[in-house]
Nanobody
Framework: QVQLVESGGGLVQAGGSLRLSCAASGRTFSNYAMSWFRQAPGKEREFVATISRSGAGTAYADSVKGRFTISRDNAKNTVYLQMNSLKPEDTAVYYC????????????????WGQGTQVTVSS
């Protein structure tokens, strides 16, 4: 089992920044690709970003490319999502997820999920 706990969400004005963290415990963190997803009210959960086990590889949804940065610290068992130039349409609950070995943009391919953290961007 892998336990994931997100933090860092909150209310921010458009154009502002937030940094989300996801602390993992349980299994060997470096065995898992880590990703961020988000879900807005009335919408399906959508992929945001993923990072490889070593941190060398990353991928982003087109909607956040150039504004968001995913990173990880395997010594601290933590993955981060730096969000800059936030827009009202970024408002959602943000979830981190872990998948053994290789990341994916499909939410149904993930083994473990955190409880989510709310991000609200005001216009």
């Amino acid at each position: 089992q892998v336990q994931l706990v997100e933090s860092g969400g909150g209310l921010v004005q458009a154009g502002g920044s937030l940094r989300l963290s996801c602390a993992a415990s349980g299994r060997t963190f470096s065995n898992y690709a880590m990703s961020w997803f988000r879900q807005a009210p009335g919408k399906e959960r959508e992929f945001v970003a993923t990072i490889s086990r070593s941190g060398a590889g990353t991928a982003y949804a087109d909607s956040v490319k150039g504004r968001f940065t995913i990173s990880r610290d395997n010594a601290k068992n933590t993955v981060y999502l730096q969000m800059n130039s936030l827009k009202p349409e970024d408002t959602a609950v943000y979830y981190c997820a872990a998948r053994l070995r290789i990341g994916s943009s499909r939410s149904d391919e993930y083994d473990y999920w955190g409880q989510g953290t709310q991000v609200t961007v005001s216009s």
